[in-house]
Each structure stands twice: as structure tokens, then as C-alpha cells.
């Protein structure tokens, strides 16, 4: 039964991709295998109780979830062909996370028992459903999609590969902390779905200065003199920024909005943009890089800075080498769900090496190519989230790591004439931007 299961979700991903393969192609058959190094099970949406043949094309979610489960699939894959290639036996199976028309589930917990790793499913109510049965089993259970941490309180077989961005928040805090005690420093607050991590970042930068004050006597007075003032826009207004930016001091502006508030973002680069006389740092999540309104005249005058949490080191033979693998084995790049799926599977080795070896040098395994992990338990008996965040600031027209950048140099107040006109040193004759209020009529 469980084999007609499974054939029948290979078919129908195969009717919804052509890079699927046959069941025969993704397990190995155990039988002709003395050991068995990893066995790992995916559970993906394929929608298998859905007609294959009607007179309407499926519906576009559905339609749309097929293919991440397919790209899932193929990361999946591809990690288990490295891993082949190395001399390592792999049994890869996967499942429909979807039930049937009846409400029952195509998979049973025999199908779990006994797997090194179970990844998925990847749809939160379907998550929700089996996590018990999983947990259970006793498998490693790694969560390939965003989910709220609150899941992961339950068991300390569970991860989630997507990093945590609380952490995100405390590196920028850190940072500034230690290069901006002097500056003025400004949070734009947009609210809605970003709250949660706005609250956090004025709760963590709250109790960062007050641990300052307490455990560090000769670094009181940062936690004294750094200016911090808050903003309440909205997902498509930064409010009063204009009034809070001082002529006379360094700003930086902070953001930890995603891109629910583009439109925030977007007017924040004008606000900044319009201000071209007063020194603008700026500090935003990570999202802002991906949204196609953001030029690089704001980058450069902003010295944008934002938490990175995967990169690719395309100066690596051995990261061209396997992408050139996976160019051969489907005929296209790998998207971010492959790339996802590929790291979380070779993850999940490495750690069950670790677990039966102990400590060794895995450096000779297949690396990941784009997510790297620094695995964080989030309480005692609980699951773990992934921590590894990294700063990286806009620089000399490319993207380079924050920490490599020589300190900022002081801030030299500038000086405006009696008649209102900007006094620089390189321009003198400069007149002070209209909306200074110290400058001309």
C-alpha cells in the first residue's frame, strides 16, 4: 500500500514538473545495499487528490505549491547525489504532506520509523498535524519553511533551517552600540507585521544599554550620551523622519521592516534622497536588497547596512563544480528552495556523523553552497533555530562584511554662514539645502 502511495505522488509531480524522476531513480533499493549511511523521508504538497484529468486547470496555489515541492525534491536530490558520489549510500524517500479526498493521510508513521531525517511538510497546517507522529519516531526533524518559534518548544528533535531574525536584531544593536554612541540615532517604527520584531529590537536595545551601564563602569557614558529617538510611521510612511534628522550630528536611521513595508522603504530613500546635506547612515533588514526601487545612490550615500544570513562564494571550484552538477542533472540553475533543500539535506548528514563519530574533521563532506548554520536551542528539552546572521554594508560600490571596514572617522560639525549658505571646506560656495531651517529665505 505504501508503495502505491508513493508511485502515485511520483506520477502526479511528474505531471506537474518534467525534472521528476522515477521512484526507481530516487531510492536505492536497500536490498542490493549492505548499509545504508542515511535514510531520510521529505513530505512535500502535491496535491495527489486532486483530479489529474479534468476539463479545469488546477488552481493556481496548488499549482504553484507543486513546483516548490518539486525544487524542494531536486535539492534533495542533488545533496543525495554528492553525497553518492562520495561513496556514501543514501535511501531518499518522499510522500504526499496532502491528504485524500477522505481527510486521511497518504503516509503512515511505519513510513517514518526508523529514518535518520524527516524533512517538511511544508505547509503549516499540515505541519502542525503530524509533528507529534514525527516526534515520536525519534527522527531528526528539520523545517525547511519560516514557521513561528513558539512550534519548536515542544520537542529537541526539531529544527528550523530558516534563520531566526531576532538574532539579526541583535547584531545590528551591536553594532549600534559600539560605533554610534555619539550619533543620532533614529527608528522608524511601520507596525503591522513588523511589530513583533520592532518591539524586540526596543526591548533589546533597552536592556543592552542598561547591561552596559551595569557591567561595564568605563563605557557608562555610551549609554548615557547616545541619542535615540523613535518614529511611528507606517507600512507606507516614515512620519516624521525629516524633523528628527539633525543637521548638526551624524543620523542613522533605522529600519527592521521587511518588505511588507515597501512602500515605508520606498519613501524613506526619498526622505533621504531630499535631505542631501545632512550625513544619513541607514541600518534595514535584509529583505530591503531584493526590492528593485532601491538605487545605488542611496547605497552609497547611505552606507546601507543589513543582517545577511546565506551567500554564495562563487570563487570556490569546489561551489562552481557542483552547480555545474545540478546545471547537468536538470538543465537549469537551482532556485533558493533548491539551494535550501540541497544545505538543510547535507546539514542533517554532517550532524549525524557528528552525533555517531564525534568530533572529526568534516571538511572533506559536500559543503552547503548558500545557507551556513549555527544551530541555537531555543530553552532546555526544546527544538533550535538557526543563528548564523552576519552584517554587511554597501562600501565603495559592492557589498562587503561590516567588520572588514575601517572605524568611522568623527564627525566634523559643519558651519553655516550669517547669510544661510553651507560653509565646506571642498565646496565653499555651497548654499545649505532650502529646508534647513538655518538657511537663506
Request: aromatic share 10%; with cysteine; charged share 25%.
Amino acid at each position: 500500500m505504501g508503495v502505491v502511495r508513493f508511485c502515485l505522488v511520483i506520477m502526479l509531480c511528474f505531471l506537474a514538473h518534467n525534472s521528476v524522476v522515477s521512484q526507481t531513480q530516487i531510492i536505492q533499493d536497500s536490498s542490493e545495499i549492505d548499509f545504508v549511511d542515511f535514510r531520510a523521508v521529505a513530505f512535500f504538497p502535491f496535491f495527489s487528490q486532486l483530479a489529474v484529468v479534468t476539463g479545469m486547470p488546477p488552481p493556481r496555489r496548488e499549482i504553484r505549491m507543486r513546483e516548490i515541492a518539486v525544487d524542494n525534491i531536486n535539492g534533495l536530490r542533488w545533496a543525495s547525489e554528492r553525497l553518492k558520489n562520495q561513496g556514501y549510500n543514501i535511501e531518499l524517500s518522499f510522500f504526499d504532506e496532502v491528504v485524500d479526498s477522505l481527510g486521511n493521510q497518504l503516509w503512515q508513521s511505519e513510513d517514518v520509523i526508523g529514518k535518520d531525517a524527516v524533512f517538511g511538510p511544508l505547509q503549516q497546517n499540515q505541519l502542525s498535524r503530524s509533528l507529534r507522529v514525527i516526534e515520536r519516531t525519534g527522527a531528526d526533524h528539520v523545517i525547511l519553511t519560516q514557521v513561528n518559534e513558539d512550534l519548536l518548544l515542544g520537542s529537541d528533535a526539531i529544527r528550523s533551517i530558516i534563520p531566526s531574525e531576532p538574532y539579526a536584531i541583535d547584531l545590528i544593536i551591536e553594532d549600534l552600540v559600539s560605533k554610534h554612541s555619539e550619533d543620532n540615532i533614529i527608528f522608524i517604527m511601520a507596525g503591522g507585521t513588523d511589530t513583533k520584531l520592532e518591539s524586540y529590537f526596543l526591548s533589546t536595545l533597552k536592556n543592552k544599554l542598561d547591561t552596559v551601564k551595569s557591567d561595564i563602569p568605563h563605557m557608562t557614558v555610551i549609554a548615557d550620551t547616545l541619542m535615540f529617538d523613535t518614529v511611528h510611521g507606517t507600512r507606507n510612511s516614515v512620519g516624521s523622519l525629516a524633523e528628527k534628522i539633525d543637521f548638526y550630528k551624524r543620523n542613522i536611521v533605522v529600519s527592521v521592516a521587511g518588505r511588507s513595508a515597501r512602500s515605508m522603504l520606498s519613501n524613506l530613500q526619498v526622505e533621504v534622497q531630499m535631505n542631501d546635506s545632512s550625513q544619513i547612515y541607514v541600518y534595514s533588514h535584509s529583505e530591503i536588497r531584493d526590492l528593485g526601487f532601491i538605487d545605488v545612490k542611496f547605497l552609497e550615500r547611505t552606507h546601507l547596512t543589513i543582517p545577511v544570513s546565506s551567500s554564495i562564494d562563487w570563487s570556490d571550484s569546489t561551489t562552481i563544480s557542483a552547480v555545474k552538477q545540478f546545471r547537468l542533472m536538470y538543465k537549469t540553475d537551482p532556485s533558493k528552495y533548491v539551494l535550501k533543500a540541497h544545505d538543510a539535506f547535507l546539514d542533517a548528514f554532517k550532524r549525524k556523523l557528528e552525533r555517531e563519530l564525534g568530533e572529526m574533521d568534516y571538511s572533506v563532506l559536500p559543503q552547503p553552497i548558500e545557507t551556513h548554520y549555527d544551530w541555537q536551542q531555543l530553552k532546555q528539552f526544546s527544538g533550535y533555530v538557526n543563528k548564523s546572521w552576519s552584517l554587511e554594508t554597501f562600501n565603495d560600490g559592492h557589498w562587503c562584511n561590516t567588520d572588514t571596514l575601517e572605524s568611522l572617522h568623527d564627525f566634523i560639525v559643519p558651519e553655516i554662514d550669517e547669510d544661510g549658505f553651507f560653509i565646506d571646506p571642498l565646496r565653499p560656495f555651497t548654499e545649505y539645502n532650502p529646508r534647513n531651517p538655518h538657511a537663506r529665505d
